[in-house]
Nanobody
Framework: QVQLVESGGGLVEAGGSLRLSCAAS????????MGWFRQAPGKEREFVAH????????FYTDSVKGRFTISRDNAKNTVYLQMDSLKSEDTAVYYC???????????????WGQGTQVTVSS
């Protein structure tokens, strides 16, 4: 059974930082592209970033470029999202997800975590 478990969310002031982690089990982690998505209240789930199998390639949505960094440790079956210079508009539930494709489309991700809340106070 595949499980993705996020951690590291919380309440932070604007301008602060958080590091999210997502631990994966039940799948061959290195064979999956890992992504982060987020969903704010009343809004649709949106793509944030993804990282390729070996970690050599990353891609970000424009609103987080230069502030967020996605990384992975295939030995630990874990993907991370370092979030710096946080803004109130980053407030959302953050989800990690796994796919066999290099894609930003949520529908292409086969496995999802339960989400972790990030709240940025202004």
């Amino acid at each position: 059974q595949v499980q993705l478990v996020e951690s590291g969310g919380g309440l932070v002031e604007a301008g602060g930082s958080l590091r999210l982690s997502c631990a994966a089990s039940g799948l061959t982690f290195s064979r999956y592209v890992m992504g982060w998505f987020r969903q704010a209240p009343g809004k649709e789930r949106e793509f944030v970033a993804h990282i390729r199998w070996s970690g050599a390639g990353t891609f970000y949505t424009d609103s987080v470029k230069g502030r967020f960094t996605i990384s992975r440790d295939n030995a630990k079956n874990t993907v991370y999202l370092q979030m710096d210079s946080l803004k109130s508009e980053d407030t959302a539930v953050y989800y990690c997800a796994a796919t066999g494709f290099v894609t930003v489309a949520a529908s292409e991700y086969a496995y999802w975590g339960q989400g972790t809340q990030v709240t940025v106070s202004s």
